[in-house]
């Protein structure tokens, strides 16, 4: 009778604290999706909003939006690029530029390699010096066949040739297809803006200047700063630019790279005293050619860093068009987008015929939907191999990349690995938030048709993200949840 008791308490005591359990945990996850709900509604009243979060190792959904929808993911784009290289190439695959010889033509062959920089021009050529080459009689001749037109992806419209953003993806990638120059406006409206090369000895672009300065007001209301291409790497500039008490740095794309490719090797002969008595042609390297020296690139790895971290659309582009030279022996957009639906449909759950892809930087052209991106997120979460070279090279919030200034001295600094995407109405962000009680957590949060100010926008992805980090930390304070054990999704 007493044991009989004791059991009938017992199992009162169980019942109670199991139904304590399902009714508290479903209580905190209503208020979670009422609270995520109305601030999406506040806050994007007029955008497309599609969100999925999920728990990475349950696979239990924690809040959805429109996760089926196709949206464009702009720069989001590249984590499909980004994760079908480290497949198809390998982490340490690196780009090689080669200069070799036959009879008396000199041939420098390009690979697209994006990290290529005068200085390894000049180191290829120093070569011949120490070889004791000081003349070349015959022609140096530029192999850039590796890449093919287009040389600008789908749907990049003409306001943005002039931009470094879209410097055009040829094989031959120099000091990043880009000049970077300062803008001084002067207080005096209607007086015209002063511009000077950044770095004096490049000269790669030459400008033809009309841009005047004008109040904020006046630039807000009737004018903007425009950009011509014109032959010969020439710019004309024109329009206005707001005034401001110090100059802007401004980066302005290169449109001939191969015409500035020539004009780096001029110099590097000219430097390492070498008598060039042919000609500077484009052509193709022969078989049988003799390599005199070549420079390698950094390991693919360092190189996706880089293209995730900044958002790098050349570095996207250059690694797009290769993964198609490698898939299918041509460097085009097309047969890279192929590459990559290719190889992702092969080693992930992604479902190709849900998503359109014409490049892989993230162009307007691209459309997927929040719930693609988290299958592929948690795959690659859940491949032993891939997964501790992916979390390394994704931006971390609060410390690199495009998340460097979000959200420092919160629960979520160094918490969120994820890429971000933007463009004038779109705002994206994917990837992995670490929760305080120790939780993995993989979303996408994609905003399409964002009126206003988009930095407004992506301050309301942080709040988002917030919400569901608050809603994991439990009774510790936002300082607590940040120092507490550091995320086990950090490499």
Same mark, same amino acid.
């Given at each position: 009778?007493?044991?009989?008791?004791?059991?009938?308490?017992?199992?009162?005591?169980?019942?109670?604290?199991?139904?304590?359990?399902?009714?508290?945990?479903?209580?905190?996850?209503?208020?979670?999706?009422?609270?995520?709900?109305?601030?999406?509604?506040?806050?994007?009243?007029?955008?497309?909003?599609?969100?999925?979060?999920?728990?990475?190792?349950?696979?239990?959904?924690?809040?959805?939006?429109?996760? !089926?929808?196709?949206?464009?993911?702009?720069?989001?784009?590249?984590?499909?690029?980004?994760?079908?290289?480290?497949?198809?190439?390998?982490?340490?695959?690196?780009?090689?530029?080669?200069?070799?010889?036959?009879?008396?033509?000199?041939?420098?062959?390009?690979?697209?390699?994006?990290?290529?920089?005068?200085? !390894?021009?000049?180191?290829?050529?120093?070569?011949?010096?120490?070889?004791?080459?000081?003349?070349?009689?015959?022609?140096?001749?530029?192999?850039?066949?590796?890449?093919?037109?287009?040389?600008?992806?789908?749907?990049?419209?003409?306001?943005?040739?002039?931009?470094?953003?879209?410097?055009?993806?040829?094989?031959?990638?120099?000091?990043?297809?880009?000049?970077?120059?300062?803008?001084?406006?002067?207080?005096?409206?209607?007086?015209?803006?002063?511009?000077?090369?950044?770095?004096?000895?490049?000269?790669?672009?030459?400008?033809?200047?009309?841009?005047?300065?004008?109040?904020?007001?006046?630039?807000?209301?009737?004018?903007?700063?425009?950009?011509?291409?014109?032959?010969?790497?020439?710019? !004309?500039?024109?329009?206005?630019?707001?005034?401001?008490?110090?100059?802007?740095?401004?980066?302005?794309?290169?449109?001939?790279?191969?015409?500035?490719?020539?004009?780096?090797?001029?110099?590097?002969?000219?430097?390492?005293?070498?008598?060039?008595?042919?000609?500077?042609?484009?052509?193709?390297?022969?078989?049988?050619?003799?390599?005199?020296?070549?420079?390698?690139?950094?390991?693919?790895?360092?190189?996706?860093?880089?293209?995730?971290?900044?958002?790098?659309?050349?570095?996207?582009?250059?690694?797009?068009?290769?993964?198609?030279?490698?898939?299918?022996?041509?460097?085009?957009?097309?047969?890279?987008?192929?590459?990559?639906?290719?190889?992702?449909?092969?080693?992930?759950?992604?479902?190709?015929?849900?998503?359109?892809?014409?490049?892989?930087?993230?162009?307007?052209?691209?459309?997927?939907?929040?719930?693609?991106?988290?299958?592929?997120?948690?795959?690659?979460?859940?491949?032993?191999?891939?997964?501790?070279?992916?979390?390394?090279?994704?931006?971390?919030?609060?410390?690199?990349?495009?998340?460097?200034?979000?959200?420092?001295?919160?629960?979520?600094?160094?918490?969120?690995?994820?890429?971000?995407?933007?463009?004038?109405?779109?705002?994206?962000?994917?990837?992995?938030?670490?929760?305080?009680?120790?939780?993995?957590?993989?979303?996408?949060?994609?905003?399409?048709?964002?009126?206003?100010?988009?930095?407004?926008?992506?301050?309301?992805?942080?709040?988002?993200?917030?919400?569901?980090?608050? !809603?994991?930390?439990?009774?510790?304070?936002?300082?607590?949840?940040?120092?507490?054990?550091?995320?086990?999704?950090?490499?």
């Amino acid at each position: 009778m007493k044991n009989s008791r004791i059991q009938n308490v017992a199992s009162h005591v169980f019942l109670a604290g199991l139904l304590l359990f399902f009714i508290s945990f479903p209580a905190c996850s209503n208020s979670l999706k009422e609270e995520l709900s109305t601030l999406i509604k506040q806050k994007f009243p007029h955008a497309t909003v599609g969100i999925l979060v999920q728990d990475v190792d349950t696979g239990e959904t924690l809040y959805q939006c429109n996760t !089926h929808k196709l949206l464009k993911p702009a720069s989001n784009t590249k984590v499909l690029t980004a994760l079908a290289a480290l497949y198809l190439l390998g982490p340490d695959y690196r780009y090689d530029t080669a200069l070799s010889h036959k009879d008396n033509n000199f041939y420098l062959t390009f690979s697209g390699s994006p990290s290529l920089k005068t200085e !390894h021009i000049n180191g290829l050529f120093a070569s011949l010096s120490q070889e004791k080459i000081n003349t070349i009689k015959g022609d140096i001749v530029l192999d850039i066949s590796r890449f093919k037109p287009p040389y600008n992806a789908a749907g990049i419209t003409y306001d943005d040739l002039g931009w470094y953003y879209e410097a055009p993806s040829t094989a031959v990638i120099l000091d990043d297809n880009k000049e970077v120059f300062q803008f001084t406006t002067p207080l005096k409206s209607g007086a015209p803006v002063q511009v000077k090369a950044k770095n004096s000895e490049k000269n790669a672009l030459t400008l033809i200047n009309d841009v005047v300065s004008v109040t904020r007001e006046q630039e807000k209301q009737h004018c903007n700063f425009n950009i011509d291409i014109k032959p010969n790497n020439t710019l !004309h500039l024109y329009g206005c630019l707001a005034q401001r008490k110090h100059p802007r740095t401004l980066q302005l794309a290169i449109p001939d790279p191969v015409l500035y490719a020539k004009q780096v090797i001029k110099k590097a002969l000219q430097k390492n005293n070498i008598t060039f008595k042919g000609k500077l042609v484009v052509g193709n390297t022969p078989e049988e050619s003799r390599l005199v020296a070549s420079h390698q690139s950094d390991e693919l790895t360092t190189l996706l860093k880089h293209m995730l971290e900044e958002s790098d659309n050349l570095y996207a582009d250059s690694i797009t068009k290769l993964l198609g030279y490698k898939f299918t022996g041509e460097g085009t957009y097309k047969q890279g987008v192929f590459a990559i639906k290719e190889t992702l449909s092969r080693r992930t759950r992604m479902d190709m015929t849900l998503l359109r892809l014409t490049d892989g930087q993230g162009g307007r052209y691209n459309l997927i939907s929040p719930d693609q991106m988290v299958i592929l997120l948690t795959d690659i979460y859940r491949d032993k191999q891939l997964k501790p070279i992916f979390l390394k090279i994704l931006p971390r919030m609060g410390v690199a990349g495009t998340l460097k200034d979000r959200m420092k001295n919160t629960i979520l600094e160094n918490r969120v690995l994820a890429k971000t995407g933007t463009m004038s109405d779109i705002t994206a962000i994917s990837g992995y938030l670490l929760t305080a009680d120790g939780k993995t957590l993989v979303f996408s949060i994609i905003v399409n048709g964002v009126h206003g100010n988009i930095y407004a926008a992506k301050a309301v992805e942080d709040q988002i993200l917030l919400a569901i980090a608050r !809603h994991y930390a439990g009774p510790e304070s936002e300082t607590e949840s940040k120092q507490e054990a550091q995320p086990g999704i950090m490499p």
